[in-house]
Each structure stands twice: as structure tokens, then as C-alpha cells.
């Protein structure tokens, strides 16, 4: 159906052209003055986004973070500057209850430069009233569909009778690009089935890519797709239609069963003489002629720079200024009668509200007694992860599809799963998504949830880009990533990761955490919560570990700082043992038999070398002393970046190739990763720094 077949609430005047092109002339102003950017999409999308903001938007200028606000997702973060200008023209403040705009003039003329708040593609945390860093397409519209889940899920658990705390709406702008990634795709499916009527894509069917017209290499009709998903599809013919805009609008609104696509076909670089419909409309600067051309068409000032007209200001002022000035109070309202009628509930908005863990949310994680046998690490992340999200009633994931095999189902009684008429469920179900997983993922973790996704390591490969995309935007979610080496075993090297905890500590600011028996499994999670602006991710293994003897080795709380001291000698080492995870048992055998020879020996757990590159120079020297030259590094992984640890003299045991199927201890024997091999490698040592 076409949006003009709705009604529309809002009445539209010359002010609301005026205040249109002013969107478009500053993206064109600044991409000018830059001489980098894309004008091209604001220059179709300004009304869009214009009806969107200044007549639907439940949104606070004055209070941006407000809870209850909608969200708005520019997916298509190369068109940064339509965001720029309607945070600046709406006046958003750069912090609740503050005065100073988030983005000025001076901002959007500063586009793309060091240090602006208008950097080429919307980043989170650094320019305010960005909801999420959109670069990569897809990983807006995919952060879009957790941001609705988590509306859904805070409204399930908070919401009480004539209290509705939260049922904030989730918009995001789309472009070509977005919907030929499958990123988006494996999301609009899970949107689909979860039913999230709180939901609307607004797709910009512009036809145009860098390297020419869709049709080079997009001939779907996406309409017919997303029906397929399951989600209403609506169409506006021509951008500039406002009514119809409005009127698509009004028909997401009422719908209540469904997420909404908004197909709108737009004109880029709508306006310039010669290059709009064009890939030049694209990523170029127009160029003076261009420029001039467009601002001509739109009855603008030709020689005008940045210009914001009479009226524009107070247009944004009295729509979406005073509409969600209204808002906020009321839902101030709402809160306080909340806080006054339930104690307990009070508490848990506060909570979610301040983000911080509820008191005693670690009280029952359970400590794991010796045991030769021991479990696997999944295994005793399952008790972990049970144990404090009782505790923590706003902390919800899944697995995509593994979830008996990740040990990550919360299991205890009210867990319940998630879904299109359970939406209070903690348990989330991906089905085989991986990639949409991390970025859904995301998502919930800017809606201010503790979430985490879960799969085997061998598919962090699926995520890496939403992994990459968490650490830049500093948000605490985590990720629980099993069958950690070539313990997987008979699955074969397309299952057995090699590479992949390399690649993951080389992500800035992800802590990446491979623990070596149960307690540091849990000790590990205990790292994790308490991270407030960095994403962790677990590594664990699928084959049991002992349980070590902490009154004979090493207390696990070392676990915190990354690197410890496991097992020891009297006074300085001559040979030291370095493992994580499964090798650590290995390094534990190679030092009980070196020990029993009197050799001075020295066993190192390093789950997590982000977290002892922390320390301070004089704990990493008390852990690994300098002038011990005999060192042996053990890990069913690259060896790529051990030599940090092992020395310019010292042996890493690694992995060189991929794995091979077959048991086990068949794949252990065969690439070196047994007590034997490690003990060779120590005396090798030891004798080559006696010499």
C-alpha cells in the first residue's frame, strides 16, 4: 500500500520547506567546504528526515539520554550531515538539563575535521544525539532491531498498569547499501519473526551506488522480500511528498503486530542541474557550478554559506522542542508515581537507570572445589552466568543456535526465552546469525542492557565487524565464545579456530579472556562486570579441565590482572612456563616433573594479555622477570605475538597450520600439545641458557 493511503495528523507550511532546505544547503555547504563527503542523500532525504523529526520524533532536545526517547538511526552514516544539521537545528543539548548545543554552526563548518563533533560517519559517545556509531552499512539497521528488542524487553519487565515506562519507537534510514548487506538481512528476518511492531526501516530507493545505478548488481524487489519477512511495506513515490510521508508514518504507528519497511523513492542530490540522480550526487563535492545550480532550484541565496533563515530555529523550537519538552515531563510524571508505588521496582529502575549492578549481584557465583577430572570451561561459565543473572534482572542474551553446545541458557525458574508474545523472556534465540547476533547485541547494549551473544570461536569471524564497532563505542556487552582450539577435535579444521584469538586481541580495547580451570572462569566473569565502557569476550573450551588445588597453586583472583603467578619456586626461576586455558594443565605437569628433578621452575596463567599489558612495569617484572631468558610458551593458537612473552630466545608452542578431524588426544599428540613435549621444550631451554 502507499503511506498517502493514511490520513495524515500533520498540517505542513511554507515554514516546513523553508526549514528543508536549510537541511539541504548546510549538508551541501559543508561537504563544499570539506571537499569530502555526500551531500547527494540529505539532499533527497531532508524531507523525510525533516517529518520524521519536527512532527513524529518523541524525542527531548533539552534531555537527550531520556530513557523513554525514540530512537533515531541514520544507517547510512555516509549521509552524516542530515543528522549534523537537524541536531543542530533542534538544538540538542550536549548534556540532559544542559544549555550548550551538541553540534553548532561552527561544528557543521569544521565538518570532518580533526577534533569536530561532525566527524564523516556518526560516531557514539563522541558527538551527542548519535544513538550508534554507523559506518559499515548494516549495522545500524541490524543495532536498530536489538534497540527495539530491548524497548520491548524494558517494557515487559517495568512497565506496570496505567505506567508505561517504556514503549519508545526505533526509526532507522536505510540506503541501497544497507539492504544488499546480509547483515541486514539475517536482522530484518529476526525482526520479522519476533513481530517488533515498535520498529521502522525508512528505505532511500535512490537506485544510485558509487559505481553506478542499482541495477548493476541489485535487481530484487525488495518489497516483496521484506513482505516475505513478515513485516508491513509501505510506499511513498516521491520524497517530497510530505503528506505521504506523514501518512506512511501514521500507518506504522497504528500498527501494532509487525515491523514496518518505508519504501521511498527519492532523487540524490535532489536539486543539482546536472549531477542529481548520478553517482557524482554520490561521495563528491558538488562543485561551485553544482552548488549554485542546486541552492537556484531551491529558491536559496546563491553566494549564501551555512545560512539559517528567520523562523527555522523556532519551527524546530515549537514542533519538536515543546512535543518532547511534553514528553519528558510527562513520563517525569509517570517515573516518580512508579518509584512511590513499589519499592523493589523503584530499585530496579534505578539501577538500569544509573547503570550499575544491583548490590549482591555476585553473591552466590559458586567457587569450584579441586578436581582432577574437572569440567570444560563452557561448562562452568553455564553455573557463572546462571549465578549472577538472578541477580541482575536487566542482563539478557542468547546464542545463535548453540546454545546447548555454549552452555549460555539461563536456566533458572522466570528465565523464559524471548519472543514475539514473550517479550520479558532473557533468553534470546538468533537461529543462525551470527554477524546479525553482534550487531543485535549492540543494540541492546545502547538501549543500557548487559547483554551478550554466544557461538563457537571458529564464527567470531562472522562478527568481528559488530565486535570492532562494540570496542569503539565502548559499550560492556559480551560475548561467550566456545570450542576454543583444536580440542573440538573430530569437527575438523573448519571448526577448529586457529587465528582467531589473535585477531581478537588485536581489537583496541576489547578484553579478550581465556581462562584456564572453572575459578577462573569465574573470576573472569567477575572482570566482565565490572567493565563499563570496554566488551569482553570469554574463550572456552569444550573438552574438561582440571579443577586446580588453589591451596597448592595460585589464587584465581590473579585472573584479574591478566597474567599470574600459578605455581613457584623459592627465589628466581631458571625456566618459566607460560600457558591460558586448556595449556595451562600442560605448563602445570611440565613444572610438577621439573620440580621433582630441582629444577627451579615458574608456571604462568596469562588468560588475558589485555589485562596484563595493564599492570603496572614493576608487577608484570615480579610476574615475568627480565633476566629469565628460559621460557616456554604454550597455546593452541597462533603463535603470532607470544614472542612478547616468550623472548627473542624462548619457544612458543602454537599452532602454524589449521587443525586436522580426528579425537582429541589423536590432534594433541600430533601437533605437540602434550606434558611431554612441553617438559622437552623446557629442558631445551634450561640447557641452552647454561651453556
Known amino acids: 500500500m502507499s503511506g498517502a493511503d493514511t490520513p495524515t495528523k500533520a498540517d505542513f507550511a511554507e515554514i516546513d520547506t523553508l526549514s528543508i532546505n536549510t537541511i539541504r544547503t548546510l549538508a551541501i555547504d559543508a561537504v563544499q567546504k570539506a571537499n569530502s563527503g555526500h551531500a547527494g542523500a540529505p539532499m533527497g532525504l531532508a524531507p523525510v528526515a525533516y517529518t520524521l523529526w519536527n512532527h ?8 537527550p539520554h531520556w530513557p523513554n526517547r525514540d530512537r533515531f538511526v541514520l544507517s547510512c552514516g555516509h549521509a552524516s550531515m542530515l543528522l549534523y544539521a537537524l541536531l543542530h537545528l533542534a538544538n540538542v543539548a550536549e548534556s540532559d538539563g544542559g544549555n550548550a548545543p ?48 530491548g524497548g520491548r524487553f524494558l517494557g515487559s519487565r517495568l512497565n506496570r498498569p496505567e505506567l508505561p515506562l517504556f514503549d519508545y519507537n526505533v526509526y532507522a534510514i536505510c540506503s541501497d547499501g544497507d539492504l544488499m548487506e546480509g547483515v541486514a538481512s539475517e536482522a530484518a528476518s529476526l525482526a520479522g519473526h519476533l513481530r517488533l511492531a515498535n520498529l521502522c526501516w525508512i528505505y532511500d530507493d535512490n537506485t544510485i551506488t558509487i559505481e553506478g545505478h542499482t541495477e548493476l548488481a541489485f535487481g530484487e524487489e525488495v518489497a516483496t522480500r521484506f513482505l516475505a519477512y513478515g513485516w508491513q511495506v509501505l510506499r511513498v513515490a516521491d520524497a517530497n511528498d510530505l503528506h505521504a510521508i506523514s501518512g506512511a508514518l501514521e500507518t506504522f504507528l497504528a500498527t501494532n503486530d509487525r515491523p514496518t519497511l518505508i519504501v521511498v523513492k527519492s532523487v540524490i542530490g535532489y536539486g543539482a542541474p546536472k549531477k542529481q540522480g548520478t553517482p557524482k550526487a554520490h561521495s563528491d563535492a558538488l562543485g561551485e557550478d ?9 529558491g536559496w541565496p546563491e553566494d549564501a554559506q551555512f545560512l539559517v533563515p528567520d523562523g527555522v530555529h523556532e519551527n524546530f523550537r515549537d514542533g519538536i ?26 530499585e530496579d529502575l534505578a539501577a538500569l ?81 551470527e554477524h546479525a547476533m553482534g550487531s543485535i547485541v549492540n543494540g541492546l547494549g545502547l538501549s543500557g542492557l ?123 626461576p631458571e625456566v618459566i612456563l607460560i600457558g591460558t586455558g586448556s595449556e595451562v594443565q600442560l605448563c602445570v605437569s611440565a613444572y610438577e616433573a621439573l620440580k621433582a628433578e630441582g629444577v627451579k621452575a615458574r608456571v604462568v596463567s596469562m588468560p588475558s ?27 593452541q593458537g597462533s603463535m603470532i605475538g607470544w614472542d612478547r612473552y616468550a623472548g627473542t630466545e624462548g619457544t612458543v608452542i602454537g599452532m602454524n597450520t589449521f587443525g586436522a578431524s580426528a579425537p582429541i588426544k589423536d590432534l594433541q599428540t600430533k601437533f605437540g600439545f602434550t606434558p611431554d613435549k612441553v617438559l622437552e621444550a623446557a629442558r631445551a631451554q634450561l640447557a641452552k641458557h647454561k651453556a
Open 56 to 63: 513524529y520524533l518523541r524525542y527531548d532536545p533539552a534531555h
Open 102 to 149: 551538541a553540534v553548532t554552526l561552527e561544528e557543521i563548518k569544521k565538518f570532518r575535521q580533526l577534533d569536530s563533533r561532525t566527524p564523516g560517519h556518526p560516531e557514539y559517545h563522541f558527538t551527542t544525539g548519535v544513538e550508534t556509531t554507523t559506518g559499515p552499512l548494516g549495522q545500524g539497521v541490524a543495532n536498530s532491531v536489538g534497540m527495539a528488542i
Open 290 to 298: 553544482e552548488v549554485k545550480g542546486a541552492k537556484r532550484a531551491y
Open 321 to 346: 522542542g515543546k512535543r518532547g519538552a511534553a514528553l519528558y515531563d510527562a513520563w517525569q510524571e509517570l517515573l516518580a508515581k512508579a518509584r512511590a508505588a513499589d519499592a523493589d521496582h523503584a
Open 353 to 433: 537507570l544509573e547503570g550499575r549492578l544491583p548490590d549482591g549481584w555476585d553473591k552466590d557465583i559458586p567457587f569450584f572445589e579441586p578436581d582432577a577430572k574437572g569440567m570444560a570451561t563452557r561448562e562452568s561459565s553455564g553455573k557463572v552466568l546462571n549465578a549472577i543473572a538472578q541477580h541482575v534482572p536487566f542482563m539478557l542474551g542468547g546464542s545463535a543456535d548453540l546454545a546447548p553446545s555454549n552452555k549460555s541458557n539461563l536456566t533458572f525458574e522466570g528465565a523464559g526465552s524471548f519472543g514475539p508474545f514473550s517479550p520479558g523472556g532473557r533468553n534470546l534465540h538468533f537461529g543462525v546469525r
Open 450 to 572: 548487559r547483554a551478550y551473544g554466544a557461538t563457537f570461536l571458529v564464527f567470531a569471524d562472522y562478527m568481528r565487524p559488530p565486535i570492532r564497532l562494540a570496542s569503539l563505542m565502548e559499550l560492556p556487552i559480551f560475548h561467550i565464545f566456545t570450542h576454543d582450539s583444536i580440542g573440538v577435535g573430530e569437527d575438523g579444521p573448519t571448526h577448529q579456530p586457529v587465528e582467531q584469538l589473535l585477531s581478537l586481541r588485536c581489537i583496541p580495547g576489547l578484553v579478550t579472556l581465556r581462562p584456564a580451570d572453572a575459578n577462573e572462569v569465574a573470576e573472569a566473569y567477575r572482570v566482565i562486570f565490572s567493565l563499563k565502557n570496554q566488551p569482553a569476550v570469554l574463550a572456552l573450551s569444550r573438552q574438561p579441565l582440571p579443577t586446580l588445588d588453589r591451596t597448592k597453586y595460585g589464587a584465581a583472583a590473579g585472573t584479574a590482572k591478566g597474567g599470574y603467578i600459578l605455581g613457584d619456586c623459592d627465589g628466581t
Open 609 to 635: 594479555w589485555d589485562l596484563f599489558e595493564r599492570q603496572d612495569e614493576a608487577y608484570r617484572h615480579s610476574v615475568l622477570p627480565p633476566a629469565v631468558k628460559a621460557r616456554v610458551t604454550v597455546e
